[in-house]
């Protein structure tokens, strides 16, 4: 099982300019959520996907926008980079349990830079 | 979201018992308690959760204080492996779906060889 896997590893942009993230979860997982990660500090929650529909969001302009595919990988996109962008993206994976909470997997992450 | 309080640094001697402590006082009744943590250059790594009764897996044991208002993460016998940021994190599952994980900044821990 490779676990969760997200790519690329590292990235550069510019600012201005629009990127496209990767996420594939777990074997069996059917649920995916995105974070980010500034230097320094914890993750921060952006949106979560369910059966290839965005179930929550925290608090992230509509700049950010996500998809999930029917087989249940995801991407996360920004559009109109800003410098403050930089950071890890997390993507994190879990099985739909219901009314217990599931053990969330983590990838290793995205390295955005916007320079 | 429940806050939650954890000091910013702790240090421990290797093959020693740790414990990490963490207030959450506006915790409610169908808040969840987790710990992750995470090593560096990796993401977060799941470590416990529970909801008013003691837990114990392998990596770890979270202590929950009757009240609820505080819990600490035990683990056993330190290993430089441990080092790490734990997070301790609470979340409702009182409706019906996932629910997301706020992070604070966590406890950064440092083992001692």
């Known amino acids: 099982d490779a676990g969760v896997t997200q790519s690329p590893t590292h990235l550069i942009k510019t600012r201005g300019q629009q990127v496209t993230l990767r996420c594939s979860p777990k074997?069996?997982?059917?649920?995916v959520s995105w974070y980010q990660q500034a230097l320094g500090q914890g993750p921060q929650f952006i949106f979560q996907?369910?059966?290839?529909?965005?179930?929550q969001r925290g608090n992230f302009p509509d700049r950010f926008s996500g998809h999930q595919f029917p087989n249940y990988s995801s991407e996360l996109n920004v559009n109109a980079l800003l410098l403050g962008d930089s950071a890890l993206y997390l993507c994190?994976?879990?099985?739909?349990?219901?009314?217990?909470?599931?053990?969330?997997?983590f990838g290793q992450g995205t390295r955005l830079t916007v320079v | 979201d429940a806050k939650t309080t954890q000091p910013n640094s702790m240090e421990s001697n290797e093959e020693e018992p740790v414990h990490l402590p963490c207030n959450h006082s506006?915790?409610?009744?169908?808040?969840?308690i987790h710990w992750y943590r995470q090593l560096p250059s990796q993401g977060p790594e799941y470590v416990i959760h529970g909801l008013t009764s003691n837990v114990n897996n392998r990596m770890a044991s979270l202590a929950i204080a009757e009240d609820r208002k505080s819990s600490t993460l035990i683990l056993h016998r330190a290993t430089l492996r441990d080092a790490a940021v734990y997070y301790c994190i609470l979340s409702s599952w009182a409706n019906f779906g996932n629910e997301k994980l706020t992070f604070g900044t966590g406890t950064r821990l440092t083992i001692i060889p």
């Open positions: 074997s069996g997982h059917d649920t």
């Open positions: 994190a994976s879990s099985l739909f349990q219901g009314v217990l909470p599931p053990e969330a997997f």
């Open positions: 996907y369910y059966e290839e529909e965005e179930r």
């Open positions: 506006t915790i409610s009744g169908t808040d969840y």
